[in-house]
């Protein structure tokens, strides 16, 4: 019987296991743990030179860790082999259990190999188990984890590989016996398996370092987003996106508070759609589920409301979708003050503040469409009151002033031009009695010219004539209905837009309108007097634009010179 097989041997050998699995569990790094093992088996296993092979994230295994000779561990430690080359040591050794034995006699054939390895020359063996020093000793280190399915397999299939302990020199100088092996086995498998939790505690407080910087730069993003906030400028909110507070006001910032004179606890009540103007509504739902941005209408607390530029974002949670938006407020209202005054000045004529040609133009074009509003009815483009009859057309819808007649308000009952069941625009018609109101409500032209007003300018000046244009068109506006349109058309030239008015109406229009311009106007001191001489026409869908211009035009030329020159002399 072996001296190793003795009780007492193993007993201490035990002993020695032991303590340097203990030693194991009480290294404070992946690094020391590695030491640590390859101590243990210099002092527990009676082995002179002992090696930790690491396999590394690539697959080819480092020297890790080094005991037993400081000249060895200067030479090889940190020094790489392939998997290839440890694949095949591990393939071509004498299984011993989970052990690989490589005799000197094979060995040779690894010596040109890239593993790293240190071995001296020396005498043949004297006896059959004496240890050689090319003899090579592995254990592998595997995963902890289920042992093979069936028992036959070879040690670690189905388990990964961590590392190989690499041994030499035995201190009694013979091959371990059954004993010594399955020690080393075991202190194989318990290195393993505290390999597994130095790599576990390394990842975990690498986790632990990352995920502390992580919410470092998250708070100091935080702290970062909640000034820029706070402190920006222009208005920010924060509001609810989804659920039943969509769009509900979460947080708003100084800048907003100021611009709406409402504070943070009370917008906290309310979400963008309370408060937008009631004509920008649309824009601001399209707004709202779409992010981008759009101009409108916020109300202050004065009741009031200021023009102001929306940037929405919506910020998503990659888990639960998106979760609010991030409201950007731009004070945009002398911007937006610029832009129509600018578009008045385009549109209105600068001395009176009437509109001016080209928009009495325009709103004339909206009204109008291109055939007439009933084929076969259509007299011509110069159709006025004063010019030709023709068969009853349907009138036009008219809402408000003048006590006029309602009964056909929505323009049903014609056939569309395009051969439709139904028509959506609204055909603008013209009544057809000349100067006997046949009950058609229309939309009325009034052209109306000053009579005497170039004696004003030659006797008085410029600065006297447009005290008179300026007086003229304040009473001209004060004389019509909100809805109607007074326009300048250029010079002593004005026309009136008034819809849904019957022949007599219009008639009765224009007299009022001369009459309010009769009485005498005061400038400087001074006071004159203008004539004016009115010609009624009628827009009608089939007409161009000019065409009616042209067609009251015409009338106010006749209606002028049917009256008296002492009737038009003013001055």
């Known amino acids: 019987m072996e001296t190793e097989s003795e009780p007492y041997v193993r007993l201490s050998t035990l002993r020695q296991l032991h303590q340097v699995v203990a030693d194991l569990n009480t290294a404070r790094s992946l690094a020391d743990t590695l030491q640590t093992v390859a101590d243990g088996v210099v002092a527990g296993l009676n082995y002179q030179l002992a090696c930790v092979n690491l396999v590394r994230p690539d697959g080819d295994l480092v020297v890790a860790a080094f005991a037993g000779d400081p000249a060895a561990e200067a030479l090889i430690t940190g020094r790489v082999g392939s998997r290839d080359a440890w694949e095949r040591r591990l393939t071509m050794g004498v299984p011993w259990g989970a052990l690989r034995f490589i005799p000197h006699t094979e060995g040779w054939v690894l010596m040109d190999d890239d593993v790293p390895q240190w071995h001296t020359d020396g005498p043949a063996p004297r006896f059959e188990d004496e240890w050689h020093p090319h003899d090579r000793l592995y254990a ?9 399915a069936h028992p036959g397999g070879p040690p670690g299939a189905g388990r990964e590989l961590l590392g190989v302990i690499s041994v030499d020199r035995p ?17 194989a498998s318990q290195s393993a398996i505290a390999i597994s939790n130095a790599r576990l505690r390394s990842n975990m407080q690498r986790a632990l370092v990352r995920l502390e910087r992580e919410q470092q730069a998250l708070r100091a993003s ?14 920010m909110a924060i ?36 408060l937008v103007h009631p004509e920008d509504i649309g824009t601001l739902l399209r707004t709202s589920a779409e992010g981008g941005r759009a101009e409108l209408r916020l109300g202050r607390r004065d009741g009031t409301y200021v023009w102001v530029s929306l940037r929405n974002s919506v910020v998503a949670d990659t888990a639960d979708g998106p979760r609010f938006l991030l409201t950007h407020v731009e004070d945009i209202e002398e911007r937006k003050r610029h832009e129509l005054q600018l578009a008045h000045r385009a549109s209105h004529d ?13 709103r004339l074009s909206a009204r109008l469409c291109e055939r007439p509003a009933h084929t076969g009815s259509f007299q011509g483009p110069g159709h006025d009151a004063g010019f030709g009859h023709g068969p009853d057309p349907l009138p036009v819808a008219y809402d408000g002033g003048y006590g006029y007649d309602h009964e056909h308000e929505h323009g049903f009952g014609f056939e569309p031009a ?26 009325a032209v009034l052209f109306c010219d000053l009579d005497g007003f170039k004696s004003i300018n030659d006797r008085f000046g410029h600065h006297t004539g447009d005290a008179v244009l300026i ?19 250029g010079g002593d030239e004005f026309v009136v837009l008034a819809d849904g008015l019957g022949a007599a109406d219009a008639a009765d229009l224009a007299v009022r309108l001369r009459n309010a311009i009769i009485p005498p106007i005061r400038v400087d001191g001074r006071a004159v007097r203008v004539g004016a001489s009115f010609g009624i026409g009628w827009a009608e869908c089939g007409m161009t634009v000019e065409e009616v211009l042209n067609s009251a035009d015409q009338r106010m030329y006749v209606e002028k010179r049917s009256r008296a020159k002492v009737q038009r002399r003013a001055g």
Do not use: I
């Open 140 to 148: 592998p280190m595997y995963s902890p984890g289920a042992r093979p």
């Open 171 to 187: 201190r009694n100088g013979r091959h371990p016996g059954p004993w010594g092996q399955e020690a080393l086995q075991m202190y």
């Open 222 to 235: 935080e702290e970062s987003f909640r000034q820029a906030f706070e402190y920006a400028p222009s208005g």
């Open 239 to 274: 509001a609810e996106l989804g659920g039943d507070q969509h769009g509900r006001l979460l947080r708003t910032n100084d800048a907003l508070c100021r611009l709406l004179g409402r504070p943070a606890s009370a917008m906290r009540r309310y979400s963008f759609a309370d």
């Open 350 to 362: 600068a001395l009176t503040g009437l509109p001016n040609s080209a928009e009495l133009r325009s």
């Open 418 to 443: 395009g051969g439709g069941a139904y028509d959506h625009h609204v055909h603008t018609v013209a009544p057809t009695g000349g100067d006997v109101d046949d009950g058609t409500k229309g939309l």
């Open 471 to 489: 007086e003229v068109a304040r009473r001209l506006t004060t004389g019509v209905r909100d809805g109607d349109t007074v326009a300048r058309l």
